[in-house]
């Protein structure tokens, strides 16, 4: 048994998506999320700084004795995670779009995908694509200013509302029946994503799958916490402590053992 936490990190809050279903699949486990919103949105920045904020995060929280670290952001994911793996003794996990899952849920056989541009430029997601792709008409749509609507509490907004008539309605009057998430803040939007599209695309995103990834590695590691443990949650932020307190307690319910903390 491995009391250590488990460490998240995101450009802002994203994440949380990810840290509810990992606490789902392992209540046991201790956490320690960073949200480093003061810098975010790295969607849009060179890649070299995003990889050395990224790597900023990583020490912080192995600083904080964590056991593995999971790269809630897939910017980040698709141009650093490789190179991270092989500085680094943790365990890593990363987010990729879920090209997969969406494969095999169109009827249309045509998909859309609404990501950042680093997510859609990079390595990582160009493989998934030529892997998973196949048979299939995909179109891609960068999300600009959305990730920023979410991190100001304004997924529900006019203007959240108009960006997403935007982006996707495009893709509906090509047919497109399922849209793939390729960004943790965007999970954030799904009311208004259902709102605008009437209803009527499947919503595909992989939080779930990377919450059973991180049980694989913590069981393969021999890393995960028994039955039993107390767990503890830390959440630190670079932004404003009260807006992201309120989108954390308005995703999960009463955090155990919660410590807030601004920096």
Known sequence: MNKQPIGIFDSG???LCVLKQIRERLPYESITYFAD???????SKAEDEALDLARKNIEFLLELNCKLIVIACNTVTAVAIDCFRSEYKVPFIGMEPALKPAALQTRS??????ATENTL???LFKQTFDKYAHGLEVFIQPGHGLVELV???GQNSEKACNL??????????????TIVLGCTHYPFLKEMIQTVTKNSVTIVEPADAVAAQTKRILVQYELISMAGNDPQFQFYTTGKKTMAQKILFD???????????EI
């Open 13 to 15: 809050v994203g994440g």
């Open 37 to 43: 919103s003061g810098n975010c949105p790295y969607g």
């Open 109 to 114: 056989k045509k998909i859309g995908i609404l």
């Open 121 to 123: 430029n990079g390595r």
């Open 151 to 153: 991190e100001t509490g």
């Open 164 to 177: 997403l008539k935007e982006y996707l309605l495009p893709m509906m009057e090509k047919g497109v029946d």
């Open 251 to 261: 995703t999960i319910d009463s955090p155990y053992g919660l410590e807030f903390i």
